[in-house]
């Protein structure tokens, strides 16, 4: 049974309920993190649903006790606090969670390409496959320097984000180093080399367009993920296969909280009878960053 509350004054009352709303704001995404994604008419609303589930946590303190209040709002923060210094979920998370909220349901847009590869998925013009060939045969993802080289990076970032985004995670944070670590550098004027993922992991990272795509269409491949490489004029680039256009969603909500800065506008990705590919180009901030051109002549599927 409730205690009787009628005692509290009303400067007492007003605290208490300043202190509930504040406890229920960084306790909604924290809950959030071990909810799976829920997507409904095309909106995310786990945040929505987690953000119920603390309301009615805090209801419950306040039906028993209203000044149990006081301690939850102490544990919260202190929770957060003490993982600021354990790097895992703090106040920027918090943040980063009701942004990506927002942006992912009202401020991003999904930019499908219309190109040759919408309409012939596997022509790729005679006087590239020696290309082709060179691109699939250097590509390697059972290796023991590249499974090691991704097992270890896939854990680098985002590990908070685990119970909610699951395998995701590991792919990001994996594109994060790899992204954030590659730096380019001009194969010779006469030759194109094809440079294996040991090979670029061995040598610090560093490559030209088709060696960064080799290098993560192979790293990610060998923690699990399924990709391909893209031929355009000019220019070479991975994709990460998403799924279907539901698991799309989860993955374009996961990638616009993980990566918040700077914000992402428009999300960038190919999709054809239902399968969903979204951009790992080396120029790209972030996974579904702008392509470079839509002149796509070749698909090397791997």
């Excluded at 792919?171 to 590659?182: A, C, K, P, T, V």
């Excluded at 670029?200 to 080799?214: E, M, V």
């Amino acid at each position: 049974m409730a205690i009787d509350e009628s005692k509290y004054s009303t400067s007492t009352q007003l605290l208490l309920n300043i202190l509930s709303l504040l406890t229920l704001a960084p306790l909604a995404p924290f809950i959030n993190r071990f909810l799976p994604p829920i997507v409904a008419g095309g909106f995310h609303i786990d945040l929505a649903v987690s953000f119920l589930i603390s309301l009615l946590i805090l209801f419950a303190l306040r039906w028993v006790f209203r000044p149990l209040i006081i301690p939850a709002f102490l544990l919260v923060c202190s929770m957060l606090l003490i993982n600021k210094y354990r790097d895992d979920y703090t106040f920027t998370n918090v943040l980063n969670d009701y942004k990506g909220m927002v942006q992912g349901n009202w401020g991003t847009k999904d930019s499908k390409q219309l190109d040759i590869l919408s309409l012939y998925p596997r022509r790729v013009e005679s006087y590239r496959d020696k290309t082709v060939r060179g691109i699939r045969e250097k590509v390697n993802y059972q290796d023991s320097v590249v499974r090691n080289f991704s097992v270890k990076h896939s854990l680098d970032f985002y590990d908070e984000y685990f119970y909610k985004y699951g395998k995701i995670t590991r792919f990001l944070s994996l594109f994060r180093y790899i992204n954030g670590n590659f730096k380019y550098v001009l194969d010779s004027r006469r030759d194109e080399y094809f440079a294996t993922p040991q090979e670029t992991i061995q040598n610090g990272l560093g490559g030209d367009c088709d060696d960064h795509s080799i290098l993560m269409t192979s790293c990610l491949q060998s923690i699990g993920a399924r990709c391909r490489i893209v031929l355009i004029k000019g220019h070479a680039y991975p994709e990460l296969y998403c799924g279907d256009k539901e698991d799309f969603e989860i993955m374009k909500q996961a990638i616009i909280t993980l990566f918040p800065k700077p914000v992402i506008k428009e999300l960038y990705y190919h999709e054809l009878k239902g399968e969903y590919w979204i951009n790992l180009d080396y120029t790209a901030r972030h996974p579904g960053g702008p392509y470079m051109n839509d002149k796509v002549y070749g698909l090397i599927e791997l």
